[in-house]
């Protein structure tokens, strides 16, 4: 569950300066999701970060799953709304 901790735009800028590409978008049910395209270095170093999330969050988990390239999302990282 995350409300005003800008949860969204931490993981945008974490994955900037990680060289990811790919989206961050809270889900109806307050989750958030994260899809990240990068080496798995990257990935390791996002996953670390994204448990301690921005200054003001309480982060309860971070469940890293494997997904099909969406190449999409390949060339920017950015924040998207469920759904679109």
Same mark, same amino acid.
């Given at each position: 569950?995350?409300? @005003?901790? &800008?949860?969204?735009? %931490?993981? !945008? ?5 990680? &060289?990811? !590409? ?6 109806? /049910?307050?989750?958030? $999701?994260?899809?990240?395209? @990068? ?9 670390? +970060?994204?448990?301690? @999330?921005?200054? &003001? ?8 799953? +494997?997904?099909?390239? /969406?190449?999409? %999302? ?5 924040? $998207?709304? $469920? @759904? &679109?």
């Amino acid at each position: 569950m995350v409300q @005003g901790v &800008g949860y969204r735009f %931490f993981a !945008t800028r974490l994955a900037h300066r990680l &060289g990811l !590409t790919g989206y961050v978008q809270n889900l109806r /049910d307050g989750r958030v $999701e994260v899809y990240a395209i @990068g080496p798995a270095s990257a990935h390791a170093s996002l996953r670390r +970060e994204l448990g301690r @999330g921005p200054s &003001g969050a309480v982060v309860d988990d971070v469940i890293q799953e +494997e997904a099909s390239l /969406d190449q999409q %999302f390949a060339n920017d990282f950015s924040i $998207e709304h $469920e @759904g &679109g």
